[in-house]
């Protein structure tokens, strides 16, 4: 079993929709949770960054945290085409090293 | 803020050539960097860990001998690839840990590597 679990997709919604995007984990020591966007050829962005469990929001993105179920989620908001791109979660235990999810390849259709 | 630049962005070597490739912090100072490999749609590989003065912390399976990592300064890691190969052409990415004192990672643009 991988330590964190995404499903790869691809997912394609209408412009608009609301995304909902999923990581599970099996290690209960990760305290550090992030959100990246990549698009292709390019490095991962920083989207959200959520230290324990809890919500946090930023603009038409929201990151939320459940600890207790192992489970993160990203939600993005009226999606636009510029969202389309490969989401990645990672977390961390406090050990600096990430561990990433495989990433999601979102596509947003106009 | 937090923003991390590579160079170069795309090389194209002969086999059997050595191949340098910098990353810098470029407004904040870092003394942990981290150097990945990514292949065509799969995630990213951590391949080690770079300090600020002292020898990197390879991950299991890569070899130390061939992917020189030096950390000479606080702005800067570099990521040697010798010998390189075929099989070695791949998507490098490097990240540099944030300024504060959690885990987030901020990372370059990456730099395409083929090997000819």
């Known amino acids: 079993q991988k330590e964190v679990e995404q499903d790869p997709g691809p997912l394609s919604v209408p412009e608009g929709a609301i995304v909902s995007l999923n990581c599970t984990y099996s290690n209960s020591a990760f305290q550090y949770f992030m959100w990246y966007r990549q698009y292709s050829r390019k490095g991962p962005e920083l989207l959200m960054y959520?230290?324990?469990?809890g919500n946090k929001e930023d603009g038409r993105f929201t990151a939320q945290v459940d600890k207790s179920s192992k489970y993160i989620s990203l939600f993005i908001r009226d999606s636009q085409p510029s969202d389309s791109a490969t989401y990645l979660c990672a977390m961390s235990g406090g050990a600096q090293k990430l561990v990433f999810g495989q990433g999601t390849r979102l596509t947003i259709n106009p | 803020g937090a923003v991390v630049s590579q160079h170069p962005s795309w090389v194209i070597c002969k086999s059997g050539t050595s191949v340098k490739i910098e990353c810098r912090s470029l407004d904040f100072q870092a003394t942990t960097m981290f150097w990945y490999r990514q292949f065509p749609k799969q995630s990213l590989m951590l391949m080690a860990t770079s300090n600020e003065g002292s020898k990197a912390t390879y991950e299991q399976g890569v070899e130390k001998d061939k992917f020189l990592i030096n950390h000479a300064s606080l702005t800067l890691s570099t990521l040697t690839v010798t010998s390189a190969h075929p099989e070695d052409s791949s998507f490098y990415i490097c990240?540099?840990?944030?300024?504060?004192?959690?885990?987030?990672?901020?990372f370059g643009p990456g730099t395409r590597l083929t090997v000819t």
């Open positions: 959520t230290y324990s469990s």
């Open positions: 990240s540099a840990r944030g300024p504060g004192d959690e885990d987030e990672q901020y």
